[in-house]
Nanobody
């Protein structure tokens, strides 16, 4: 069994910062890509940022220069540092990972989501 557990969401004023964390646990051999997606009310889920095990990153245009993704491979954890937050960043943020199980098979997993609300 594999779990992705997110933390760090909350309410913040425009211009503020939050740091999200996501830890993967369970029967894990290795992890390829880890990333963050978000879904605002009435909208489709969209990629925010992702990072490969080698350190390559990909960001949505809307967050470039404001958000930074990082990983601690030793602890199977991915972070999302969010600065200069805007009301349009309000959404449920989901962690996502491509995980190689001890069986050698690779599966895609989602966390349960954490709410980020940017409002004054």
């Amino acid at each position: 069994q594999v779990q992705l557990v997110e933390s760090g969401g909350g309410l913040v004023q425009p211009g503020g910062s939050l740091r999200l964390s996501c830890a993967a646990s369970g029967s894990i051999f290795s992890i390829y890509t880890m990333g963050w997606y978000r879904q605002a009310p009435g909208k489709e889920r969209e990629l925010v940022a992702k990072m490969t095990s080698g350190g390559s990153t990909n960001y949505a245009d809307s967050v470039k220069g404001r958000f930074t993704i990082s990983r601690d491979n030793a602890y199977n954890t991915v972070y999302l540092q969010m600065n200069s937050l805007k009301p349009e960043d309000t959404a449920v943020y989901y962690c996502n990972a491509d995980i190689v199980r001890m069986s050698g098979l690779t599966y895609n997993y989602w966390g349960q989501g954490t709410q980020v609300t940017v409002a004054s």
